[in-house]
Nanobody, 124 residues
Framework: QVQLVESGGGLVQAGGSLRLTCAAS????????MGWFRQAPGKQREFVSA????????TYADSVKGRFTISRDNAKTTLYLQMNSLKPEDTAIYYC?????????????????WGQGTQVTVSS
């Protein structure tokens, strides 16, 4: 079993920045890929970014490419998402997810464990 706890969400003005953190416990953190997803009201959960087990490979949704950066610290068993140049359309609940697979994937079904989410609200 894996426990994931997100933090760092909040209210920010358009153009601002936030850094999300996901603390993981319950398994060897470095044994699988990790990802961030988000869900806006009335919409399906969508992929944001993912990182391989080693941290050497990353992938991003087109909507956040160039603005968001995913990283992980396997020694601290923590996943991060640095979000810059935020836009109102980035408003959503952001979820951390852990996969038992090694490679970064954008497929929601490839993730086995989920956090409870953290709210990000970007005002215009």
């Amino acid at each position: 079993q894996v426990q994931l706890v997100e933090s760092g969400g909040g209210l920010v003005q358009a153009g601002g920045s936030l850094r999300l953190t996901c603390a993981a416990s319950g398994r060897t953190f470095s044994s699988g890929a990790m990802g961030w997803f988000r869900q806006a009201p009335g919409k399906q959960r969508e992929f944001v970014s993912a990182i391989s087990w080693s941290g050497r490979s990353t992938t991003y949704a087109d909507s956040v490419k160039g603005r968001f950066t995913i990283s992980r610290d396997n020694a601290k068993t923590t996943l991060y998402l640095q979000m810059n140049s935020l836009k109102p359309e980035d408003t959503a609940i952001y979820y951390c997810a852990a996969s038992q697979r090694l490679i970064a994937t954008m497929e929601l079904g490839e993730y086995d464990y989920w956090g409870q989410g953290t709210q990000v609200t970007v005002s215009s």
